[in-house]
């Protein structure tokens, strides 16, 4: 009969070994090797009571989810670019030449009269001229309900 540790020494020499060896160089910077690693951290931390090896700034939370790639995105700038170098200079002097000034001023919804003064949006199309009051439109569809 064969013991367990017998069994386990069998398993374990029939199993083969791999190694993975690196020629290249290391790209790891190793001048952070004390910055990183956890047992020089703690001892800092057990002379000075302070953790430095924090970052400093502020994490940024951010709703990224309908982003589109860096590629589109830089095609989307240059394109915008274009069309604000395609408008008049006169136009283009009132935002100081800056397209970041001509795109806040079409956020703001106020604008909309002087953009429309500025010939760079069309205007409303004007609403048919709407019955005096008391008389019937004769384009409206009347529904009288029946009576049983």
Excluded: W
């Excluded at 029939?14 to 190793?30: G, N």
């Excluded at 951290?41 to 989810?65: C, L, W």
């Amino acid at each position: 009969m064969t013991t367990n540790k017998e069994e386990n020494q069998k398993i374990s020499s029939a199993r083969r070994k791999y190694q993975k060896v690196f020629t290249k160089p290391s790209l790891t910077k190793q001048s952070f090797r004390d910055e990183c690693d956890v047992n020089q951290v703690m001892k800092r931390f057990e002379k000075t009571g302070v953790i430095d090896h924090q970052n400093p700034r502020k994490p940024v939370y951010a709703d990224v989810s309908t982003f589109t790639d860096y590629q589109t995105s830089v095609g989307i700038v240059l394109r915008a670019h274009e069309a604000f170098e395609g408008l008049p200079s006169d136009i283009r002097a009132q935002f100081d030449n800056d397209p970041g000034k001509f795109l806040e001023f079409f956020e703001d919804p106020a604008n909309e009269n002087k953009a429309i003064e500025l010939g760079l949006i069309p205007p409303p199309p004007e609403s048919t001229e709407k019955s005096k009051p008391g008389e019937e439109d004769p384009e409206k569809e009347v529904i009288n309900p029946v009576d049983d």
